[in-house]
């Protein structure tokens, strides 16, 4: 059964319930580290909404979710790994690897990253 918005752990953060540093953070979306990294760089960029999976949004969400990919385009250059390159990821349901039901994009680099899939 999917989190509500008060059980989880990304709303919390947002919020102040749980410590966390703001790489950045707007009116739609901020971004953290991830606290178990897979590369060097490793951020996930949240919606302030709350939505579980991007099947979740409508095409009254397409700005923000857009919006995502372009802070990714920030923190990427902010944390250097723009210039290089980085992985954009979503990870949606547990059989992709979501571990925390709240829809969020991940920022990867910082070291040559193997093909998948």
């Known amino acids: 059964m ?6 989880c752990v990304f709303c ?3 919020a102040g319930e749980i410590p966390g540093e703001f790489l950045y953070r707007d009116d ?6 991830d606290i178990n990294p ?3 760089v490793h951020l996930l960029v949240i919606p302030v909404e709350h939505y579980v999976h991007s099947v979740d ?17 920030t923190v990427a250059k902010q944390e250097g790994v723009y210039e290089t390159g980085y992985r954009m990821a979503v990870n949606q349901g547990p ?3 979501q571990t925390v039901d709240h829809l969020h994009l991940h920022v990867i680099g910082g070291r040559r990253l193997e093909h998948e899939g």
């Not at 999917?2 to 059980?7: I, K, L, R, V």
């Not at 949004?57 to 385009?73: I, K, N, W």
Request: hydrophobic residues 45%; charged residues 15%; contains cysteine.
């Open 12 to 14: 919390k953060i947002y």
């Open 38 to 40: 897979v590369a060097p």
């Open 28 to 33: 739609r979306c901020f971004v953290i580290r």
């Open 2 to 7: 999917p989190q509500s918005p008060a059980e």
């Open 57 to 73: 949004a409508s095409p009254e969400h397409e700005a923000m979710l857009g919006h995502l990919m372009l802070v990714a385009q």
């Open 95 to 97: 059989n992709a690897g």
